[in-house]
């Protein structure tokens, strides 16, 4: 369970849009299903629930290791965005993030300079997320090597040239 500020939960659903802009994004988010770890689950259900709550002052949503592990590259890469959207006159090769920057942020409209003010209050989300993100980092890791040894062991000597 995670539980985000009002302005923590706009950062977020923006990283989201910038994650589902990306192509192949939910394509790569289909994982290999370890232990449901992903359970097939990008960024898109923490999208779907996070629009209707966008307007409270508290958040709450749940997110699977494999999705918090998610969200932190998404943070890093939104972090990048909008400073470029910044700088560019407020511009973006990402679909809908130029309009969803408009929604929730609408004094970006007339001054796209001030994009670079919510970079540093997304690294900062980033940072007092890190030591959580590292854990479901390294969660994923240990369950996609506990699912390797164990199909590892599966294999018959003789079926050597299986992967």
Do not use: C, K
């Not at 002052?57 to 959207?85: C, F, H, K």
């Amino acid at each position: 369970m995670l539980s985000l500020s009002s302005d923590d939960a706009r950062i977020v659903y923006l990283a989201t849009i910038y994650h589902l802009g990306r192509p192949g994004a939910e394509l790569a988010s289909q994982g290999d299903g370890v232990d449901g770890l992903d359970g097939g689950l990008g960024l898109r259900s923490v999208h779907d629930a996070l629009l209707p709550a966008l307007g409270r002052p508290r958040v709450d949503i749940d997110l699977s290791a494999y999705q918090l592990g998610r969200l932190g590259e998404a943070l890093l890469g939104v972090s990048n965005e909008l400073r470029t959207y910044g700088m560019v006159e407020g511009r973006s090769a990402v679909p809908l993030f130029s309009e969803t920057m408009a929604w929730l942020y609408p004094e970006t409209v007339e001054t796209p300079g001030s994009a670079l003010d919510i970079v540093e209050r997304t690294v900062m989300l980033r940072r007092r997320l890190n030591r959580t993100i590292e854990q479901a980092t390294a969660e994923v890791e240990a369950a996609r090597a506990a699912e390797t040894a164990r199909t590892r062991a599966e294999r018959r000597w003789w079926q050597v040239w299986r992967r």
